[in-house]
């Protein structure tokens, strides 16, 4: 999609709204600390973040009982899926004292390209692809790439499988085994026909896993599938509840009933590459990782020089041809698409 440049003028008045906004929310941040009794706040305690609502989260309890909570203002800005040390105030209000260490964090840039945390402590990314809209395997190339380069395991899901016919059905089979090869997992999937679902909760059990991919390939409607009613009326629910707010969380966590977690909002879904440089790149094609570091030369771009790791390793047949272009496409779309905000 098209972005229109900003002019200096325009870039400086978001500039000031966001300032606004972000002060209109620590004032609202101190107000609700204000109502608090410090004397009265229980023992510290860990807790899940599992919907933010800007100005206050609710927080998991281990237990499994939620509270609204309002941050300690040294605290920086805390995402879904983030763990924290909290204090209870009330039967369902408390305060967030710190952040515990997260291991991953899902980001994204902003229109000024400052990295902006989506969500944290992801285990795994469902890359989902489908027939209609056609996938195409340089797509699914630039996802594993960002997972990987966000230290979380991708997994392949190809959904709408109902619409293959056999001849269809054996070209992508066929096309998706270099994804097995390379370790990754891939499930075939069928949200009309509930096909797959089995498999699929599976793989989502025991850990915290979100839904990326093209719009239109199925995301909300697996995400619906997995979910109990139950689950998204308590989503809806405490919207209404706690300390008398109406805002609506963009972004939560959702308990399966099988074990596991998803993490859903609008900005995960569109989770994808952004910008990052050459050797980034290289190190998110899991089968360069190895050879990186082993060229002749230490800025060796893999195109034609001599003693080159990488180009060896496709002559054996250790590297698919088709990724090392693959890697070549991604990269000089790197080079030429200066407008990836
Ligand atoms: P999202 O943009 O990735 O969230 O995709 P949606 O969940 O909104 O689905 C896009 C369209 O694909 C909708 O019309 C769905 O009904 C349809 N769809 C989703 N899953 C399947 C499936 O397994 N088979 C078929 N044939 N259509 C599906
Ligand atoms: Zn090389």
């Given amino acids: 999609m098209a972005k229109r440049r900003l002019t200096r003028q325009q870039s400086w008045r978001i500039r000031k709204i966001q300032q606004e906004r972000l002060e209109r929310a620590r004032r609202k941040q101190d107000q609700m600390l204000d109502g608090i009794d410090e004397q009265k706040l229980g023992a510290e305690q860990s807790g899940l973040v599992i919907a933010n609502y800007g100005a206050s989260l609710d927080i998991e309890a281990a237990a499994g009982d939620i509270h609204r909570c309002s941050l300690r203002q040294n605290i920086e800005p805390l995402v879904v899926g983030d763990r924290v040390i909290w204090q209870a105030a009330g039967d369902d209000s408390g305060v967030v004292t710190a952040l515990i260490p997260r291991h991953t964090l899902l980001a994204r840039p902003d229109r000024f390209a400052n990295m902006r945390p989506l969500a944290a402590n992801i285990d795994q990314i469902l890359i989902v692809a489908a027939p209609r809209p056609m996938y195409n395997t340089d797509l699914i190339d630039q996802y594993l790439v960002a997972a990987e380069v966000t230290g979380v395991q991708p997994v392949l899901l190809l959904n709408k499988i109902?619409?293959?016919?056999?001849?269809?059905?054996?070209?992508?089979?066929?096309?998706?085994?270099?994804?097995?090869?390379?370790?990754?997992?891939?499930?075939?999937?069928?949200?009309?026909?509930?096909?797959?679902?089995?498999?699929?909760?599976?793989?989502?059990?025991?850990?915290?896993?979100?839904?990326?991919?093209?719009?239109?390939?199925?995301?909300?409607?697996?995400?619906?599938?997995?979910?109990?009613?139950?689950?998204?009326?308590?989503?809806?629910?405490?919207?209404?509840?706690?300390?008398?707010?109406?805002?609506?969380?963009?972004?939560?966590?959702?308990?399966?009933?099988?074990?596991?977690?998803?993490?859903?909002?609008?900005?995960?879904?569109?989770?994808?590459?952004?910008?990052?440089?050459?050797?980034?790149?290289?190190?998110?094609?899991?089968?360069?990782?190895?050879?990186?570091?082993?060229?002749?030369?230490?800025?060796?771009?893999?195109?034609?020089e001599p003693g080159c790791a990488i180009l060896a390793a496709v002559e054996d047949g250790a590297i698919s041809r088709q990724r090392l272009e693959s890697f070549y496409r991604i990269r000089d779309g790197l080079e030429t698409d200066s407008q990836q905000y």
Wanted: proline share 3%; net charge negative.
């Fill in 162 to 304: 109902d619409l293959l016919d056999t001849t269809e059905r054996k070209r992508i089979d066929e096309e998706l085994v270099l994804y097995r090869t390379l370790g990754y997992p891939v499930i075939h999937a069928s949200t009309l026909a509930r096909h797959g679902m089995d498999e699929l909760t599976a793989a989502l059990s025991g850990k915290i896993s979100v839904f990326a991919g093209q719009s239109g390939v199925g995301k909300s409607s697996l995400i619906k599938a997995l979910l109990p009613e139950s689950e998204i009326v308590i989503g809806d629910l405490s919207e209404r509840t706690g300390l008398g707010q109406h805002t609506t969380s963009a972004s939560r966590l959702y308990h399966l009933p099988n074990g596991g977690s998803l993490i859903d909002s609008p900005g995960v879904r569109e989770f994808r590459l952004w910008k990052l440089d050459e050797q980034e790149l290289a190190q998110g094609f899991v089968e360069f990782r190895p050879l990186l570091g082993h060229c002749r030369f230490r800025d060796c771009r893999h195109n034609n």
